[in-house]
């Protein structure tokens, strides 16, 4: 009978030659103590759930949560004191508190998507116009004016988009899905919503416009850090928009290397710099300005948020975590060590599931990778 070698288990290991990890688990190790998976929140923390509920599913991002994260949310927070989404995104946080009679606001930068979230408030869905011959969505624009019927055609288009932003071969005509959403609207509003609440066209960083201590909770979810060229993923529908509309500045939250740019850094954690360094050695130098940028961002918006908060307000934090170039960033820890120093309570970080299932060696750290986590916290 043959011998047989034991074999030496793979392990995977940091793969840049170097990498000083110090800072990265540092930051991991702190908040080991507050961090539990919590397998109920995979499903949670996804859109899965908005693509067949009353007036969420007119127009669902892949990167949204359920509105059954927002009734959760319900439970910790004063039902009297408006909740805010400052990256309202298709604005399911104001929507579904709407749906309970809990005042909310939304901060939304994308026009065409806040424009489509403001109109689930709009009550009343007027004849539709003929379209019977029309060829492409200008066509169908140029016979709108219901602003319901403006909110179905960007749907429409939408809908009828790839992953990545472009329109699927396999898609419907522009007239079947702008049909489509019409009845969709017109069975939503038969069920109108208990409150109007408002989504705010405007930069969620900037929160200048919102009073001191006048929030009662905030429920948001930050862009993930590069997972997606959120511009690029909107951009024909919002060409829909700008066909009635002017088009405004661009304000989105620097989450991808196309938005990269120079500026002097508000946040200088030792983690953020350890990863852009790590960056920079590896000639990835728009990349490593894409991550100071973002959480410069997040300083900022956590300062906002402490002001405009009262004392023992909830917040949930919905982030996704990152590893560019094999450089992994542990952005829920980060965000919390940020959020501590700004004044927060940290309650707990619920891990909902790994962004990348394959884990590595990190440093002295075993098996681990980028994860989606909800950051449970409160202004003290």
């Not at 939304?106 to 003929?130: C, M, R, S, Y």
């Not at 790839?162 to 038969?190: C, H, K, M, W, Y």
């Amino acid at each position: 009978m043959r011998g047989s070698r034991k074999r030496k288990p793979i392990v995977a290991q940091t793969r840049i030659p170097g990498e000083i990890t110090t800072a990265r688990e540092s930051v991991e190790r702190y908040w080991f103590k507050l961090t539990e998976r919590d397998d109920r929140l995979a499903r949670l923390v996804t859109a899965q759930d908005a693509r067949t509920e009353r007036h969420h599913r007119w127009l669902v991002f892949k990167q949204a949560f359920s509105p059954e994260l927002v009734r959760l949310f319900h439970r910790s927070a004063n039902p009297n004191v408006p909740i805010l989404d400052p990256f309202s995104g298709t604005g399911t946080t104001v929507v579904e508190c709407a749906k309970h009679d809990i005042p909310a606001i939304g901060v939304e930068p994308i026009a065409a998507t806040a424009f489509t979230a403001n109109a689930k408030f709009v009550h009343t869905l007027n004849p539709l116009p003929d379209i019977a011959d029309c060829r492409d969505w200008p066509d169908v624009a140029d016979r709108l004016t219901d602003p319901l019927h403006r909110a179905a055609l960007i749907a429409a288009q939408a809908s009828r988009l790839t992953a990545n932003g472009s329109v699927n071969n396999n898609a419907p005509t522009i007239q079947a899905a702008f049909n489509q959403l019409v009845e969709i609207i017109r069975e939503d509003i038969a069920h109108p919503l208990r409150r109007e609440n408002l989504i705010i066209c405007a930069d969620g960083r900037d929160l200048s416009s919102i009073d001191d201590k006048s929030i009662g909770g905030i429920l948001t979810s930050p862009p993930y850090l590069s997972r997606h060229d959120y511009t690029k993923l909107t951009n024909l529908f919002q060409q829909v928009y700008h066909h009635w509309y002017p088009q405004a500045p661009n304000m989105q939250l620097p989450a991808h290397p196309r938005s990269a740019t120079r500026t002097k850094h508000v946040c200088n954690h030792p983690a953020v710099v350890e990863a852009a360094n790590t960056l920079i050695a590896i000639d990835q130098s728009r990349l490593a300005r894409v991550v100071r940028g973002y959480f410069d961002a997040m300083c900022v918006s956590l300062t906002h948020w402490h002001r405009i908060l009262q004392p023992q307000s909830p917040v949930w934090c919905v982030m996704g975590g990152a590893r560019f170039k094999d450089v992994y960033i542990p952005t829920d820890t980060i965000f919390a060590d940020l959020a501590k120093r700004e004044g927060f309570n940290i309650d707990e970080i619920r891990v909902a599931r790994r962004v990348i299932n394959a884990g590595r060696k990190f440093g002295t750290l075993q098996n681990v990778a980028p994860r989606e986590s909800v950051i449970m916290m409160h202004k003290k």
